[in-house]
């Protein structure tokens, strides 16, 4: 019994170690011990014996098991590790499942599809479907522990036995239950506890603590490297930015910038360039707009010619890419994806000539973007169908916004007295025909106050 009362007193520790660095913790729920009455009719109903160890940890520690963590945001994970986000183990003997049964069932979808089912005995499953299972067709008392990849439909050997997979699982922070997760600890006889990448783990695993703003503001790269892994750039993090070298940070950004691929990874790093360095970081922007520049995907090429570039020259740039990639043909989305950083009236005098129907697919949210005026909602209503539907989505969306966020910022210049808008509302709302139309001024109509 002694090794159940070490598995507990370790899942207790990981825990404590997630809790007290604000990961997000579940505490473990443990099933009643299993009779041996039990373990033989469930035996009997898969029709095969249950490996040794698993009826040891059934009958001396519980017949279920749930345990899940994920570290805080904020805690940093070594770059070599990132994929690991989580840790997980679960059992329960209600969910025992002979994979034959599954396998004749998911045939269907193919001829060899599942076959490698065949012959195991699933006791867990992952949250994105894959299986946890016993190797029933090797001859022992004790079962190898598989996993099952559902999408490949291959089998990886895990552990030798039930008992041997909760030491080397616990023994490595009993990490997320997903393969992606294990897969730096995986070799041929399955997981592997002792190597060079499974003791650098452990190391980390056994010393890590959240980090915190403040812990990283004395460093450069130390704060960039903060700031990118959380993909959050607050004000605070631009105020201790701002007092290091400008062309030191270019630098390093450049360099980091350099490495990741893809607009995501990409984005949070431009984000720092716009708003921490500006029109400092102009020479460069420009650069990316000559002949033959695929630096950036363009959607980041327009947030940093937003932040890094004077108004007029910049929307002149991102203008004409617009027109001529697109034939004059824009979509919203796209147009608000390139446009929506400036937030320029001078986008809704461009917007006016380009826009589409449907509206609410970006065009919407771009004129709340583009600092609409109560002289713009004026116009607008007197244009096209498109652009009267426009504001009106628009004003809905304005409500919403307010009523869900207390710092939203737009505001609208130069409204009328309320009654005058009021009156404004009502008569739009007389001319609409369309249901869709018209819930949407009622619901601004009552919530004028929030104009106000």
Same mark, same amino acid.
């Given at each position: 019994m002694n090794d159940i009362t070490y598995l507990l007193l370790k899942w207790d520790q990981i825990l404590q170690r997630l809790k007290n660095n604000n990961g997000v913790v579940h505490h473990i729920e443990i099933g009643k011990k299993a009779s041996i009455q039990e373990i033989e009719a469930k035996e009997k109903e898969l029709g095969y014996q249950l490996p040794e160890s698993f009826k040891y940890i059934l009958k001396n520690l519980g017949t279920s098991l749930s345990f899940y963590y994920s570290f805080s945001e904020d805690t940093i994970i070594p770059s070599e590790f990132n994929q690991i986000s989580s840790g997980e183990i679960n059992w329960n003997i209600d969910f025992l499942?002979?994979?034959?049964?599954?396998?004749? /069932?998911?045939?269907?979808?193919?001829?060899?599809?599942?076959?490698?089912?065949?012959?195991?005995?699933?006791?867990?499953h992952t949250g994105n479907g894959d299986i946890y299972a016993f190797d029933m067709s090797v001859e022992s008392d004790e079962k190898p522990v598989i996993y099952w990849d559902h999408e490949e439909d291959t089998v990886t050997y895990i552990a030798e036995s039930f008992i041997d997979y909760l030491f080397k699982i616990t023994e490595l922070g009993c990490i997320g239950s997903e393969k992606w997760q294990l897969e730096y600890f995986l070799i041929e006889s399955g997981l592997d506890t002792t190597s060079p990448v499974a003791a650098k783990w452990k190391d980390w695993f056994e010393s890590f603590s959240e980090t915190t703003l403040n812990d990283v503001r004395n460093s450069m790269?130390?704060?960039?490297?903060?700031?990118?892994?959380? /993909?959050?750039?607050?004000?605070?993090?631009?105020?201790?930015?701002?007092?290091?070298?400008?062309?030191?940070?270019?630098?390093?950004?450049?360099?980091?910038?350099?490495?990741?691929?893809?607009?995501?990874?990409?984005?949070?790093?431009?984000?720092?360039?716009?708003?921490?360095?500006?029109?400092?970081?102009?020479?460069?922007?420009?650069?990316?707009?000559?002949?033959?520049?695929?630096?950036?995907?363009?959607?980041?090429?327009?947030?940093?010619?937003?932040?890094?570039?004077?108004?007029?020259?910049?929307?002149?740039?991102?203008?004409?890419?617009?027109?001529?990639?697109s034939n004059k043909k824009i979509t919203g989305y796209e147009a608000l994806s390139h446009l929506g950083d400036f937030h320029s009236s001078d986008v809704i005098l461009w917007m006016e000539e380009h826009i589409q129907f449907p509206v609410t697919e970006g065009w919407d949210e771009l004129f709340i973007s583009s600092n609409f005026s109560w002289k713009e909602i004026e116009r607008w209503t007197s244009l096209e169908e498109k652009h009267e539907v426009t504001v009106i989505h628009a004003l809905e969306n304005y409500v919403q916004e307010k009523v869900a966020t207390n710092n939203f910022q737009p505001v609208i210049s130069d409204l009328p007295t309320k009654s005058n808008f009021l009156d404004f509302l009502v008569k739009l709302r007389s001319k609409q025909v369309l249901k869709r139309r018209i819930l949407p001024l009622d619901n601004v109509i009552q919530n004028i106050n929030i104009f106000y």
């Open positions: 499942q002979n994979l034959d049964l599954l396998a004749d /069932e998911l045939m269907e979808d193919g001829e060899d599809y599942a076959v490698t089912l065949r012959g195991k005995l699933e006791f867990s790269k130390q704060l960039i490297d903060f700031t990118v892994y959380r /993909e959050r750039l607050d004000e605070k993090s631009i105020e201790f930015l701002g007092k290091f070298n400008r062309k030191n940070i270019f630098d390093y950004l450049l360099v980091e910038l350099d490495k990741k691929e893809g607009y995501i990874k990409q984005k949070i790093i431009c984000e720092v360039i716009g708003r921490v360095l500006g029109n400092d970081a102009e020479s460069w922007v420009r650069s990316l707009w000559e002949a033959n520049q695929d630096i950036l995907d363009p959607r980041l090429r327009s947030f940093l010619t937003s932040m890094c570039i004077n108004r007029a020259t910049g929307l002149s740039l991102v203008f004409n890419f617009l027109e001529q990639q």
